[in-house]
T-cell receptor, first 110, second 113 residues
Framework: QKEVEQNSGPLSVPEGAIASLNCTYS??????FFWYRQYSGKSPELIMF????GDKEDGRFTAQLNKASQYVSLLIRDSQPSDSATYLC??????????FGPGTRLSVLP | SQTIHQWPATLVQPVGSPLSLECTVE??????LYWYRQAAGRGLQLLFY??????ISSEVPQNLSASRPQDRQFILSSKKLLLSDSGFYLC????????????FGPGTRLTVL
């Protein structure tokens, strides 16, 4: 069974610090990787996706992918209280359904 | 641009009553459509997905069913709700095929009493 694992948290970081969220996956054939942010009571919102090994930066967010280690991470620089949410990692293999991790709850302390 | 709608936003239903949740997508053709359920404090559970009109695949056997009567319309139904059906129901879409990202609707919060 294909699995995506995340530390459930909560991960607490002070305002202005770097938050590091990690995700591992079991399907070595996975080809695309996504990070979603979900505020309490709201639906998931796509914030980053990455297809190739290495880093991808978008504003304060950086996604990192290492297919050999089956590991994907999300870094949030200059964390703000508004970044406090649950972050879901999702993995997709072509022609198959998305597999979501259970999410990591991030708390940014003012 | 593409938009996905779900209604109702919230719903409180008694055990044994029927259910119909609707999802529509605007601004795209022939999307792949998905129904997920998220129980309180839990991850996303894929319930159904559809690659075209009338084509429904079920991931988890249960008392729910899905239909796709039109290209951009996806309906989740039940004839008799159970207490365990309570949760946050999310519709999502992707462009058919490829590596494309998945986008979620605003969700329906269902409470079965």
């Amino acid at each position: 069974q294909k699995e995506v694992e995340q530390n459930s948290g909560p991960l607490s970081v002070p305002e202005g610090a770097i938050a590091s969220l990690n995700c591992t996956y079991s399907d070595r054939g996975s080809q695309s990787f996504f990070w979603y942010r979900q505020y309490s009571g709201k639906s998931p919102e796509l914030i980053m996706f990455i297809y190739s090994n290495g880093d991808k930066e978008d504003g304060r967010f950086t996604a990192q992918l290492n297919k050999a280690s089956q590991y994907v991470s999300l870094l949030i620089r200059d964390s703000q209280p508004s970044d406090s949410a649950t972050y879901l990692c999702a993995v997709h293999n072509y022609g198959q359904n998305f597999v979501f991790g259970p999410g990591t709850r991030l708390s940014v302390l003012p | 641009s593409q938009t996905i709608h779900q209604w109702p936003a919230t719903l409180v239903q008694p055990v044994g009553s029927p259910l119909s949740l609707e999802c529509t997508v605007e601004g795209t053709s022939n999307p792949n459509l998905y129904w997920y359920r998220q129980a309180a404090g839990r991850g996303l559970q894929l319930l159904f997905y559809s690659v075209g009109i009338g084509q429904i695949s079920s991931e988890v056997p249960q008392n729910l069913s899905a239909s796709r009567p039109q290209d951009r319309q996806f309906i989740l139904s039940s004839k008799k709700l159970l207490l365990s059906d309570s949760g946050f129901y999310l519709c999502a879409w992707t462009v058919a095929g490829g590596y494309n990202e998945q986008f979620f609707g605003p969700g329906t919060r269902l409470t079965v009493l």
